[in-house]
């Protein structure tokens, strides 16, 4: 079968909670995102938009629908599905997720860890390369601790750029960063789905970002607005 979307997504449902707590915080969701494409979901706070990227990102149990990623079903999917289809996304993450005990360049360096055939010489030039490109080319042997905010999801960008990933879903990205930053690092992301066929899914509130979109999807609670 011809894979012609990265992503393909009809009637997920979700739900939190159990018995009366039971809440369901998606609604019938169905888009797909082809290969190269990028797209922006946006919606106010606590609609959804999270959620339904952990179950993109293979990071929580499909409870109903169909969620295909690179053509794998992920509802009923096993572990080691979804494990290896994790080694193909990039997800960036508000919280950054960096390690604590590993500099800058190191940290960019595990992404590119995950790249077959690559010696240990050319990751660690392409995690400067990445940080370049990220402007923060002075801070490479830097801790997390010794970094701002901003500068710490500049690294976590360049390291999810780093894995070349397939599919990139990322949680309002430049919420931590000023205007001039921020349009650097979606432009950058723009670049990597031309460059690489991967197909991005930004998660966002900043208007100033909006036209990097090849398509906006607006939700509001737990439903697609048409
Ligand atoms: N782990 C969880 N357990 C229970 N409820 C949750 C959990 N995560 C999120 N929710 C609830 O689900 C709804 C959607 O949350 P979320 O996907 O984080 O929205 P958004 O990212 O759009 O702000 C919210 O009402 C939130 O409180
Ligand atoms: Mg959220």
Same mark, same amino acid.
């Given at each position: 079968m011809a894979i012609s979307s990265s992503v393909q997504i009809k009637s997920v449902s979700h739900w939190f909670g159990k018995g009366t707590m039971r809440r369901k915080v998606l609604n019938s969701i169905s888009f797909d995102i082809a290969p190269g494409e990028v797209v922006l979901l946006t919606g106010p706070s606590g609609c959804g938009k999270t959620t339904l990227l952990t179950l993109i990102g293979a990071l =929580?149990?499909?409870?109903e629908g169909d969620l295909l990623v690179f053509g794998n079903q992920l509802r009923g999917s096993r572990r080691k599905t979804r494990q290896e289809l994790r080694r193909h996304i990039g997800m960036i993450f508000q919280?950054?997720? @960096? @390690? =604590?005990? @590993?500099?800058a360049e190191q940290n960019v360096q595990m992404g590119a860890? @995950?790249?077959?055939?690559?010696s240990y010489r050319s990751r660690r030039d392409q995690a400067r390369e990445w940080l370049r490109e990220v402007g923060l080319q002075d801070e490479l042997r830097k801790l997390p601790h010794d970094l701002s905010g901003g500068q710490k999801q500049r690294v976590a960008i360049a390291r999810a750029l780093a894995a070349r990933p397939k599919l990139l879903l990322a949680d309002e990205p430049t919420a931590a960063l000023d205007s001039v930053t921020g349009r650097e690092v979606v432009d950058l992301l723009k670049k990597l789905a031309r460059e690489q066929a991967s197909s991005v899914l930004i998660v966002t509130h900043d208007p100033r970002i909006l036209d990097v979109a090849d398509r906006l999807l607006n939700m509001e609670d737990g439903c697609l607005i048409p």
């Open positions: =929580r149990k499909v409870q919280g950054h997720n @960096l @390690l =604590r005990c @590993l500099t860890d @995950l790249l077959p055939g690559t």
